[in-house]
T-cell receptor, first 112, second 112 residues
Framework: SQTIHQWPATLVQPVGSPLSLECTVE??????LYWYRQAAGRGLQLLFY??????ISSEVPQNLSASRPQDRQFILSSKKLLLSDSGFYLC???????????FGPGTRLTVL | DQQVKQNSPSLSVQEGRISILNCDYT??????FLWYKKYPAEGPTFLIS?????DKNEDGRFTVFLNKSAKHLSLHIVPSQPGDSAVYFC???????????FGTGTRLKVLA
C-alpha cells in the first residue's frame, strides 16, 4: 500500500531563516506531487505541483520554492522566511491526473 | 477569484440526523469533484469523489450529489455521528489539468 511521509511535524523558525520541508511517498511510481498551505482559518492553497523529476509548476508567487530531486521526493524550501509563511503545510500525491489525491500528515510551521 | 466556494463556514447537526454540506463552483471545465474530511493538525482524508458523467455517488453513510447545471455539489452524511465532527473540504479538478482547487471548508459539529 502507498504511504506518504512528511517531516518535521512541527517547526518554529525565526524570520529570515531558511526552510526545508521534505515529503516522500512509498509504494508507488511516478506520482504527481503537490504542496499546499493552510493558513489559520483558511482553505487549502495550492503552492506547487510536480508531474515528474525536476518538473515544478508554481501556483503562487512568493519566497518559497520546490524541488523534486527523486521520483518520490518533494522538497519545499525558502531562503528567508517571512512571518506570513506561518501555516500548516501539506504534501499530497495522486497516481495520475484526475484521480483521488492523498495527503500527508502535515507540518506546522511557526515563524517568529 | 475563488473557483470553489463553500459558503457555510460551520454547521451543527444532531447525532443520527442528516448532515448536508454544500459546495458551489464557477469553472464549467471542472469535471471531477472530491470531498475530504480534516481533523485539526492532521492531513485531509479522502472521503468520496464523483465524475461529471454521474449525478450521484454513494459510499456507506456518504453520498455526493452533483448538479452540473447549477454548478453545485453536496455531501450527505446519514446518519451523522459525533466522530464526523471535523472540517469538510470540497475540491475540483478540470480534465487535462493536474491541479485540484479546494474550497475554504465547512466545520461540521455533530451534537450527541
Amino acid at each position: 500500500s502507498q504511504t506518504i511521509h512528511q517531516w518535521p511535524a512541527t517547526l518554529v523558525q525565526p524570520v529570515g531563516s531558511p526552510l526545508s520541508l521534505e515529503c516522500t511517498v512509498e509504494g508507488t511510481s511516478n506520482p504527481n506531487l503537490y504542496w499546499y498551505r493552510q493558513a489559520a482559518g483558511r482553505g487549502l492553497q495550492l503552492l506547487f505541483y510536480s508531474v515528474g523529476i525536476g518538473q515544478i509548476s508554481s501556483e503562487v508567487p512568493q519566497n518559497l520554492s520546490a524541488s523534486r530531486p527523486q521520483d518520490r521526493q518533494f522538497i519545499l524550501s525558502s531562503k528567508k522566511l517571512l512571518l506570513s509563511d506561518s501555516g500548516f503545510y501539506l504534501c499530497a500525491w495522486t497516481e495520475q491526473a484526475h484521480n483521488e489525491q492523498f495527503f500527508g500528515p502535515g507540518t506546522r510551521l511557526t515563524v517568529l | 477569484d475563488q473557483q470553489v466556494k463553500q459558503n457555510s463556514p460551520s454547521l451543527s447537526v444532531q447525532e443520527g440526523r442528516i448532515s448536508i454540506l454544500n459546495c458551489d463552483y464557477t469553472n464549467s471545465m471542472f469535471d471531477y469533484f472530491l470531498w475530504y474530511k480534516k481533523y485539526p493538525a492532521e492531513g485531509p482524508t479522502f472521503l468520496i469523489s464523483i465524475s461529471s458523467i454521474k449525478d450521484k455517488n454513494e459510499d456507506g453513510r456518504f453520498t455526493v450529489f452533483l448538479n452540473k447545471s447549477a454548478k453545485h455539489l453536496s455531501l450527505h452524511i446519514v446518519p451523522s455521528q459525533p466522530g464526523d465532527s471535523a472540517v469538510y473540504f470540497c475540491a475540483a479538478s478540470a480534465l487535462g489539468t493536474y491541479k485540484y482547487i479546494f474550497g475554504t471548508g465547512t466545520r461540521l459539529k455533530v451534537l450527541a
